[in-house]
């Protein structure tokens, strides 16, 4: 039954366990969305008729600027502040996916319904994609997203909208009140477990020897020492102490450190030879892996030159295919791990902030465990019945057991 309330002020009807509808009038026209909680209900409802009664009071309320003007100036303030990472992706994101949609409406007339309908449509348009795919034909229409991109499309709109909120922009961040049921549609689609790595640490050697200079360097930063692929590319001279064994982490090319924190790294033994003389061969001045080409337009190692000659590498060591961060940082972890390191000490030396982060790069696979981890548990499941050892019982269960045997002894004679 609805619950009854003043003229316009719009109403709340219960249509099942989970599901609660609102209805409320806005520009002579009826609207209604769907909620699965009262509270999201009621709390969305007083926005709805708070928002129009606004509009016929003639009160300002939140911006009246398209969303395709405000995202630009934002973006622009992200570049300038320097601080973020991901700036250039979200913004061909936004410009791709979300802009299209979105960009001339008004903060306010993003409600959780439209915002809802366009990621589920991302989604089903990624899934349909990915079924034609698999069965040898391919969806027609706008190419669909993985459940992964849709996640991080409703990341993005939400953090544009936290910011917006902040500045008196927009009333309510429509994000943040998308129904659970949807929100679990927008799980990541990759399992780190599946992530290649180099397993056999003898391999590692091998690919270290496959690549030539400078890139052989570059990689064993990165698979004995951890190094994300930016670190590699901006580590200096001063930042390397060979003498206490330990390199000091406090750039990374073209964006800034992840975190904002610097970090120390101990070099492993198997490392330190190998940058003490490529020391004596540089001089120990400038960056400790150069680019190939002196007159190159980057004063880094180019990133693409480093896959290429990975890919060069792995094929000629006979290795699967991988990217240069699963060769390199993937690798390191999961080598930690099998050697018996622990994730607390992981953690710091990968610069994560969690536990729970180093767990997505230690992934081991089953066939990486020797014969003495699948025989740990002397249990044979298939052995004869006679040959079964009897769990301990107690003295009440033994009794009945002799008696239940004596009756049926009797009977059989």
Known sequence: MAQRRAY??????REGPRSFR????????????????LDLARRALAGRVGLEQTKRAGIAGGSTSTLSQLAKDWFTRRRAAGQHRSVDDDAGRWKNHLEPALGHLTPDEVTPSVLRRLLEQKLTRGRLRERGTKEGRSEPG??????????LL?????????????????????ARDLPKRTRRLFRPAHDPRTTPFIERAADVRRVFLALGEPFAVAYGLGALAGLRTGEVRALAWPHVDLERGRIHIRASAGEPLKDDESRMVPIQAGLLPVLKAWHLKTGGAGLVVPPVRRRSKSSML?????????RAALVKAELPRMTWYQATRHTFASQWVLAGGTLEKLRELLGHSTVLVTERYAHLRADLFDETDRDRIPVDLSAPAGEVARMPQNEAQLRRDRVGRKSASARNS
């Open 22 to 37: 609102i209805r409320w009038r806005a520009a002579g026209r009826q609207h209604s969305e769907t909620f699965e909680s």
């Open 8 to 13: 316009r002020t719009g109403s709340i009807k």
């Open 142 to 151: 706008e190419r669909g997203l993985s459940s992964s991109t849709v996640r």
């Open 302 to 310: 180019d990133e693409q030159s480093m896959g290429r000659a990975l």
């Open 154 to 174: 409703r990341a993005l709109v939400s953090t544009m909208f936290a910011e917006l909120v902040d500045d008196g922009l927009a009333r309510s961040n429509p």
